[in-house]
């Protein structure tokens, strides 16, 4: 694992490190997560399980999927086979599936997977991730993964995954310093590309402290502001004055935000509430501009570094701080419409591709303040975490639902929910919550005279007495419904 502070060079260590990989003859796959995905069941895994399935078929001629079916639950493009049983055991058997497939492709050429962003990983990400450790502790494979330091409290998941892995001695953690001096220089003459005189490398690592990111920012900016010059072969810093760099990569991230057009300027605030990587499409639908305007915005983004092309039709803001500027900057009632707008616009996707991202869409839609197809979409988000075994995930998404349907007053869908929530909740074996919720949810059914649902809460109640050893009481939930 490289950890580290946010800027100081994690991700670009990992990008040398699997290209090191690939030059020794390793398969290299990479996933990455993302803060508005934090809670989107084993989301770093979905991309690098797609291309695990499409190497398998490659390189041994085996149809993944068809050898374990498990598979099929986390590929966006395969149908699942049946509906999950529930509990921990359908989850072990899917951990097994994916080691079983990173384990078989090892036996042909040694692997690598690469995950960045840790620290935005979701609960079941994080197990299925200690699980492969000990699977594969005795395969060719390296799972190498990048988080920020400052991000991790003691009660963290990924903390607590890190305690154990250490415990286990099956990782190794390298802290990613900053640079000093002498490095600071370095790369600073390879950003702009020429020799640097030392007071302009002591005045940058004075104010940067080091920083990869804070330096390459405000090198940057210094040179776009015609401060620091290249003169008799070396770049120097020729202002009069004390240097006017700013003391935070925010600051930096503004004064190169600010010589943009202020077209250009609104559409990267639009896409801020995209995430750090978002799609043209979404982006001009959510803008209701023309393909044109919003290609030349992008294209001098780019120009500036602010932004970069990526695979399709996405784009990538330069660094997860850049986004976060942004977005955190947005005045209130407008960041509110752009969530909304946000919303709007992945609606009009086609149904599979909505769905899938039915997690992303409760959020704009929270945020948006449209309580009606919040609800919707979270209660279909931890409908997918269940069906997945991810019961964590489920289990917030079933309580932010319930909350939107008592703001509601949705008598009809605060039942179901609850219905729902106390399930996951007694596959997780948290027997008195959820006894405490399906009692709720029964009573709810009776006063909506809705005999089905009260007899099959009745059914889920007695199951939960079982799992609190309350037999008795278990006897006489299924004797009323004789």
């Known amino acids: 694992f490289l950890s580290g502070e946010p800027g ?20 290299v796959v990479t996933g990455r997560c993302y ?17 695990l399935v499409k190497a398998s078929r490659a390189m041994l001629g085996l149809d993944a999927v068809q050898h374990w079916p498990q598979l099929a639950r986390l590929l966006p493009d395969e149908e699942a086979a049946g509906p999950p049983s529930g509990g921990e055991a359908d989850q072990q058997r899917l951990f097994w599936a994916v080691g079983g497939l990173l384990e078989l492709l090892a036996g042909g050429m040694p692997l690598a997977v690469a995950l960045d962003d840790l620290h935005w990983a979701d609960d079941s990400s994080l197990a299925l991730l200690q ?11 390296l799972l190498l993964g990048t988080y920020r330091e400052a991000d991790l409290r003691s009660e963290h998941p990924l903390a607590r995954m890190l305690r154990h892995l250490h415990r286990e001695h099956l990782a190794e953690e390298i802290g990613v310093g900053r640079l000093n001096e002498e490095e600071t220089r370095a790369l600073i003459a390879a950003t702009l590309g020429g020799e640097v005189h030392p007071a302009l490398a002591r005045l940058v690592y004075e104010h940067t402290e080091g920083n990869a990111f804070f330096v390459q920012e405000v090198v940057r900016a210094l040179a776009e502001r015609g401060e620091a010059v290249e003169k008799d072969a070396m770049w120097q810093y020729r202002a009069q004055s004390e240097m006017a760099i700013p003391p935070t990569v925010q600051e930096a991230i503004r004064e190169r935000l600010t010589r943009l057009s202020p077209r250009a300027q609104a559409t990267l605030e639009q896409a801020s509430v995209l995430g750090q990587t978002f799609a043209f499409e979404e982006l001009q639908a959510m803008s209701g501009r023309s393909e044109e305007e919003i290609e030349a915005e992008l294209a001098e983004a780019a120009d500036a570094s602010v932004v970069r092309l990526g695979e399709g039709e996405s784009y990538t803001f330069n660094h997860a701080l850049t986004q976060r500027v942004l977005y955190r900057e947005l005045p209130p009632r407008r960041r509110k419409r752009l969530h909304l707008a946000a919303g709007q616009a992945l609606v009009q996707q086609p149904e599979p591709n909505r769905e899938q991202r039915a997690a992303e869409l409760a959020w704009h839609f929270v945020e948006g303040g449209e309580g009606g197809e919040a609800l919707k979409y979270a209660a279909l988000a931890g409908d997918q975490a269940e069906r997945r075994f991810a019961h964590r995930e ?43 919720l399906l009692d709720r949810a029964v009573s709810r059914y009776r006063k909506l005279s809705h005999q089905e649902g009260e007899a099959r809460v009745t059914v ?8 609190l050893g309350t037999p008795d009481a278990a006897i006489v939930m299924t004797e009323s419904l004789l």
Do not use: W
């Open 8 to 27: 100081v060079g994690k991700t670009r260590l990992a990008q040398e490190a699997t290209l090191i990989c690939r030059a020794s003859g390793m398969h």
């Open 35 to 51: 803060e508005p995905q934090q809670h989107v069941p084993f989301s770093p895994f979905v991309e690098v399980l797609s291309r």
């Open 131 to 141: 699980h492969l450790t000990a699977q594969l502790r005795h395969v060719p494979v």
């Open 394 to 436: 489920a289990e917030q998404h079933y309580r932010s639902a319930l909350h939107l349907a008592e703001n509601l007053g949705d008598a009809a869908v605060d039942a179901v929910i609850l219905e729902r929530l106390g399930r996951v909740l007694t596959n997780d074996g948290q027997f008195e919550e959820a006894r405490a």
């Open 460 to 467: 889920q109640l007695a199951s939960v007495h079982m799992g």
